[in-house]
Nanobody
């Protein structure tokens, strides 16, 4: 059974940092895209960041560019999201996601439908 387990969320003041982690089990994702989405209160889930495959190209939402960094550890089958300079508007439940496909384009990577596997989500709250 494939499982993604998100962790690392919490409460932080504006300007602070958090590091989210996602551990995958049941299969390896070294050739698949893995990324992060988030859902803020009252809003739809939105794309945050993705790495095409371990060590591959990365893409970020404009709202987090230059503040967040996605990384992957192929040996540990994990993906992480380092979040710096956090803002209150970053408050959301963050979800790790992994594709089942080995191919795709930018328009796929930023779309929820492209991802087959999802973590349970971890809450990030940024206070002002």
């Amino acid at each position: 059974q494939v499982q993604l387990v998100d962790s690392g969320g919490g409460l932080v003041q504006a300007g602070g940092s958090l590091r989210l982690s996602c551990a995958a089990s049941g299969r390896t994702f070294s050739r698949n895209a893995m990324g992060w989405f988030r859902r803020a209160p009252g809003k739809e889930r939105e794309f945050v960041a993705v790495m095409r495959w371990s060590g591959g190209s990365t893409y970020y939402a404009d709202s987090v560019k230059d503040r967040f960094t996605i990384s992957r550890d192929n040996a540990k089958n994990t993906v992480a999201l380092q979040m710096n300079s956090l803002k209150p508007e970053d408050t959301a439940v963050y979800y790790c996601a992994a594709s089942r496909s080995y191919s795709g384009s930018y328009s796929d990577f930023i779309t929820e439908r492209y991802y087959y596997y999802w973590g349970q989500g971890t809450q990030v709250t940024v206070s002002s």
